[in-house]
């Protein structure tokens, strides 16, 4: 009986020994699931942490390219604000200066040139910033300024024997004569009272005496010369280029006179207040037709004409705006000659230049007279043909 009741307890041992085995496992298995369970729970959750931190990362990043932006933007607005609120006031200096270095220099400059230095240096921008600075040497052409285009300026007499005219005139009037090498041969300039007036041209055409030509300056001599050929006149000679000098043209009006247009290479200076002795204070043309000479320059050069009795005939005065240009008169009753242009030179004396001019050879076309208001004068043709006269003013 002792054996028999010992089996059953060995084998309920047994069971309970696999039975605590069994949830000794179990309980490992469910620890261990457990754990398997946390670490997949806590992953995604670690995940999305590090994602966030990271995204967070790419936004600041993401940001700061953008201040970055925004900061060079402000920046480059501020600069561009500044200059223009600095370049009105550069202006307005420059334009304040501009008066002060240019257009009042110590002595007066030429009226129609007031941006740059009448035909001297330029005026620059640049001493805008320092208007109390004086230029270091005054304009070359600032004395005087020059004379209006469209009036004479110079005066050429055209011969065939240059050394005994001049001769003849030095004689008359007490010139200076200078000799100047020219691409066709010597020119012989005309000096007197201190200023080149004129000179002496080779001319020796068969039929032709001598006779004086009034140079006319202008714009475009190019312009007048084909002008001229529309309107009937003739061009004798074809614009012309003399170096350092300028261009010059001969052209015969359709009734004959013969005048010069010129444009100089430095613009010629303004005429004194007083014509000096020696000089040509006066042309005057004279035409077979005066109303049909008149027409033509006005029309070629924009001249008006004012027309006013004289004794018993009438005169034409020539302007270029308010300044008396030149006249226009018939020849005598029973001259018949093409039409031409007289020279009226100054002396301080009319009758003794008579005397000189008629001892030396020349012919006394119209002895020394009185015009009221106007003058005393006498006019002459000389040894070889040419027409002058001598003049001098009333309030002389």
């Known amino acids: 009986m002792a054996t028999k009741s010992k089996r059953p307890a060995r084998k309920s041992a047994k069971r309970s020994a696999r039975g605590t085995a069994k949830r000794a496992s179990a309980a490992r298995a469910g620890s ?80 129609k040139k007031p941006a740059a230095a009448a035909p001297a240096a330029k005026a620059a921008l640049a001493p805008a910033a320092k208007p109390a600075a004086a230029p270091a040497k005054k304009p070359a052409a600032a004395a005087a300024p020059a004379d209006p285009f469209r009036t004479f300026v110079w005066h050429d007499l055209m011969t065939a024997n240059i050394p005994a005219a001049i001769a003849f005139y030095k004689s008359v009037f007490g010139w200076t004569i200078k000799e100047m090498p020219m691409p066709q041969g010597n020119y012989s300039l005309i000096h007197s009272a201190g200023r080149d007036m004129g000179g002496f041209m080779h001319f020796d055409k068969p039929g032709m005496g001598s006779y004086w030509v009034p140079y006319l300056e202008v714009e475009n001599v190019d312009a007048i010369c084909r002008a001229a050929k529309k309107l009937g006149a003739n061009v004798h000679q074809q614009p012309t280029d003399i170096p350092t000098v300028g261009t010059f043209a001969i052209v015969g009006d359709p009734q004959g006179g013969v005048f010069a247009p010129i444009r100089f290479v430095t613009r010629m200076s303004s005429k004194a207040a007083k014509t000096p002795i020696g000089h040509v204070a006066w042309n005057e043309l004279v035409t077979p037709d005066p109303a049909a000479a008149a027409k033509f320059y006005s029309d070629l050069l924009g001249w008006s004409v004012d027309v006013m009795p004289m004794g018993e005939t009438t005169y034409r005065m020539f302007k270029m705006g308010d300044l008396q240009v030149a006249g226009c008169v018939q020849p005598p009753p029973g001259k018949d000659a093409p039409g031409m242009w007289l020279p009226y030179f100054a002396v301080a004396d009319v009758d003794s230049a008579a005397s000189r001019a008629t001892r030396e050879g020349a012919m006394m076309m119209m002895p020394p007279f009185d015009v009221p208001n106007i003058g005393r004068m006498a006019i002459f043709m000389d040894p070889w043909g040419a027409p002058f006269a001598a003049f001098k003013a009333a309030s002389a």
């Open 32 to 111: 261990a699931k457990k754990r398997a369970g946390g670490a997949k729970r806590g992953a995604p959750k670690r995940a999305v942490k590090k994602s966030a931190k990271r995204a967070s990362a790419k936004k600041v990043t993401r940001k700061k390219p953008a201040k970055r932006a925004a900061a060079k933007k402000a920046v480059a607005k501020k600069r561009v604000a500044k200059k223009s609120a600095a370049k009105p006031v550069k202006r307005a200096a420059a334009k304040k200066a501009a008066p002060v270095a240019v257009a009042k220099p110590p002595v007066a400059v030429a009226p």
